[in-house]
């Protein structure tokens, strides 16, 4: 069975920092191109960050967290991460992990990911 599960939400102050990481089960993933993307209330899912493997691990971000998060992988333990630093009240959501195991699509595209996790909230006080 093929599972993406989060963990490394919480409660922070703006300012603070926050690591999710996103362990990997089921499959191989070192081959995937693996995201972030953020939903807040009543709001749709966005694209936060990801890694593509056929460029040799490059990454790419939205414009709204650049210079502040930093997405990793370590293939060996099947797992990806988060480093979120710098958060802001407007950084608060659900942060979900997903996995493009075809790379048919945009990488910003919820559309383009083959797999998801359940999500972990982050939440920011002001």
């Known amino acids: 069975q093929v599972q993406l599960v989060e963990s490394g939400g919480g409660l922070v102050q703006a300012g603070g920092s926050l690591r999710l990481s996103c362990v990997a089960s089921?499959?191989?993933?070192?081959?995937?191109?693996m995201a972030w993307f953020r939903q807040a209330p009543g709001r749709e899912r966005e694209f936060v960050a990801v890694?593509?493997?056929?460029?040799?691990?490059?990454?790419y971000y939205a414009d709204s967290v650049k210079g502040r998060f930093t997405i990793s992988r370590d293939n060996g333990k099947n797992t990806v991460y988060l480093q979120m630093n710098g958060l802001k009240p407007e950084d608060t959501a659900v942060y979900y992990c997903a996995a493009d195991r075809d790379h048919r699509g945009l990488y910003s595209d919820t559309r383009s990911y083959d797999y998801w996790g359940q999500g972990t909230q982050v939440t920011v006080s002001s």
């Open positions: 890694t593509i493997t056929w460029s040799g691990g490059s990454t």
């Open positions: 089921g499959r191989t993933f070192s081959m995937d191109n």
